[in-house]
């Protein structure tokens, strides 16, 4: 099998999706199981694709263990819009909200959820570069809220919650956009929790969102057709024309995810390849790891040399050797090496194999 002069490609999103699904979606497109055409060109309302977004919803659903009481849409918008959205839909009581803020994700989510109701910050790591996961418990939220929301992996800082808020009868949401399909997740935990693709499933274009069925129907009446999650829920993510290629890629990368152990398979993966990177970062002498310990991301390694022109040296000479998008976030600068599902394990090698020589020519 040719590896097409593939690099090694880091990026926070979009990101590498596995090489196999690649192929398999190259190999079918101009003729999609027989069909005569691709599925970029498909009808939405042919049975050929009702079975392609069917099997998609299915395969997530065993994947993911989802109890029949929540249903899965596939949406438009990014994650983006889901900042919007759960406050339209879920501040249906009291309109009240409480937001912990983890980084720059939950951040923006609680500045929009502001538009639409009380919004409490009750915890927040800004202080501290979003280097830490604040421990929060029921006592810290108000006991009338009607969610508490969370941002379960911080794409952009590299931290990750270590443990799930105790919210008693407050429903949980949840943004996992950077997370999904990396752990395994009592979806029962939660009231709603919702993907952005990009990173750890597909293209971009699709969002995913897994919501219990007594959160839905709550939008006020004059909330646009499209952000009220009824409308999706009630016409199979149909209701207008979804994102039919992505969520065809979504559900091929699934079905590889199933063919190869599941999540459980693919987490000791990924706990492998972060443990092998941090274990070099904290035992390099050079390079430093910002986030506490516990709350590292295996998904998303934040690391820095502590000079900013030896950083941009980094990352530049790193791209000559094909370990492409290792820069941080605009917002932080230094390095962040993405580590999600389809990131091989030789990526890695050859990160920490170029980190090396790098600090060598350097210390
Ligand atoms: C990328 C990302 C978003 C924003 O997604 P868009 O699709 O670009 O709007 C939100 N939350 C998290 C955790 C992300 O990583």
Redesign the pocket.
Known sequence: MSNYNRVFNFS??PSMLPLEVIEKVAKDLPNYNGTGQSVMEMSHRSKEYQQIIDDAEANLRTLMNIPDNYKVLFLQ???????SMVPINLLRNSKKADYIVT?Q??K??AEEATKFGDIKVVASSEEATYTYIPKVGKEDFRPDADYVYI??????FGSHYPYLPETGDIPLVA?????ILSEEVDVEKYGLIW??A??NVAP?GV?IAIIREDLIGHAPKETPIYLDYKTHADNGSMYNTPPCFSIYVAGEVFKYLLANGGIKAIHEYDVKKATLLYDYIDGSGFYKAPVNKEDRSIMNAVFVTGDEALDKEFIAKAREEGLINLAGHRALGGMRASLYNAVPLEGVEALIDFMERFKNQHK
């Open positions: 926070a999103g918008g990014g994650g983006t819009l889901q900042f980084g994700w939950a923006k989510a941002c379960t992996n911080n794409t952009v943004d996992m956009s950077s997370s993907a952005g990009q990173k971009a969002t």
